[in-house]
């Protein structure tokens, strides 16, 4: 089945500092997702990209599907930031979405 | 955006009683899903549902699960008899066909 794995497993920045976020997986995909996960527990979806390139807001996602890689810049981070970005990654073909274990980003003033 | 509601945020229950998670997904999508994550752990794939049916399911759900979603009503998650090793957040989920999943803000299970 599809493995994804995330890199680095954590991250500290200053604010206003950029980071890059990488996922590789195991095999093609149809689905990808970067979600956002607040120290809380929610969850909320960030992009879903799986080829190309997408932008929203300060976030721009970089999947090369035939290389089995994404990544995730963030631009001029703000404390807010502060949670843990988690890739997903349908399981060849099929709708179930299989997560990484996460980078950790923790952003201070 | 889209959103997917969760009832309750929270459920204390006792091992071996019952408990339904409930789930109002985006109204107009077909697709729903639920998911576990124990507390520090990954996130996991349970279940997938469409036009009444389990579409997917992993090793994870167990005999004693069973989701359904009458006539449009919530789309719910039933696990009797509870065991201790439910306890984690189950994340309801809810997509048009392939693309992208909204996810709800969870239900924090702990069977005692």
């Known amino acids: 089945g599809q493995q994804v794995q995330q890199s680095p497993a954590s991250l500290v920045l200053q604010e206003g500092e950029n980071a890059e976020l990488q996922c590789n997986f195991s095999?093609?995909?149809?689905?990808l997702q970067w979600f956002y996960q607040s120290p809380g527990g929610s969850l909320v979806s960030l992009l879903s990209n799986p080829s190309g390139t997408k932008h929203t807001g300060r976030l721009t996602s970089t999947t090369v599907t035939k290389e089995r890689r994404s990544s995730l810049h963030i631009s001029s981070s703000q404390t807010t930031d502060s949670g843990t970005y988690l890739c997903?990654?349908?399981?060849?073909?099929?709708?179930?979405?299989?997560f990484g274990t996460g980078t950790t980003v923790s952003v201070s003033p | 955006g889209p959103k997917v509601l969760q009832i309750p945020s929270h459920q204390i229950i006792d091992m071996g009683q019952m408990v339904t998670l409930n789930c109002d997904p985006v109204s107009n999508h077909l697709y729903f899903y639920w998911y576990k994550q124990i507390l520090g752990q990954q996130m996991e794939f349970l279940v997938n549902f469409y036009n009444g049916k389990v579409m997917e399911k992993s090793k994870l759900f167990k005999d004693q699960f069973s989701v359904e979603r009458p006539d449009g009503s919530y789309f719910t998650l039933k696990i009797q008899p509870t065991a201790l090793e439910d306890s984690a957040v189950y994340f309801c989920?809810?997509?048009?066909?392939?693309?992208?999943?909204?996810f709800g803000p969870g239900t924090r299970l702990t069977v005692l």
């Open positions: 989920a809810s997509s048009v066909a392939m693309y992208e999943q909204y």
């Open positions: 095999s093609t995909a149809t689905q």
């Open positions: 997903a990654i349908d399981d060849q073909g099929g709708r179930a979405l299989i």
